[in-house]
């Protein structure tokens, strides 16, 4: 059966997210999937906008920012935020970045693919 746009356009922000524990941080956070918005937003901040450019400042914060949300789905954090996010627990940063790859189907080379398109 069809899709209408109706219905297509209803699907807009139901992410899939899953709990995850993170002993470095003494709890749980969740972590989502990405909108095809979120995974452009993830492309621009490793290329800066260049084709074979490539910016690691931060970047693992700057996607856990990204890709954290509370119970209900909703962003947990600015990109403002990852500033102090860069200062947490390698172990915890690198936990939900994990987590979010894997969620969102990107291979650890992610950083080095997004920097070649």
């Known amino acids: 059966m069809a899709l209408t746009r109706e219905e297509i356009k209803a699907k807009r922000g139901v992410l899939p997210r899953e709990a995850l524990d993170v002993p470095a941080l003494g709890g749980t956070v969740y972590v989502s999937k990405m909108n095809a918005r979120m995974r452009d937003q993830f492309e621009q901040m490793v290329t800066g906008g260049k084709v074979g450019g490539m910016n690691l400042d931060n970047i693992r914060a700057r996607f856990v920012a990204l890709v954290t949300v509370d119970a209900d789905g909703k962003p947990l954090f600015t990109q403002e935020d990852a500033d102090w996010i860069g ?8 936990a939900i970045v994990d ?19």
């Open 87 to 94: 200062e947490l627990d390698t172990e915890a940063v690198q």
């Open 99 to 117: 987590k979010g790859f894997e969620l969102n189907g990107i291979g650890q080379n992610a950083v080095e693919e997004a920097a070649k398109n």
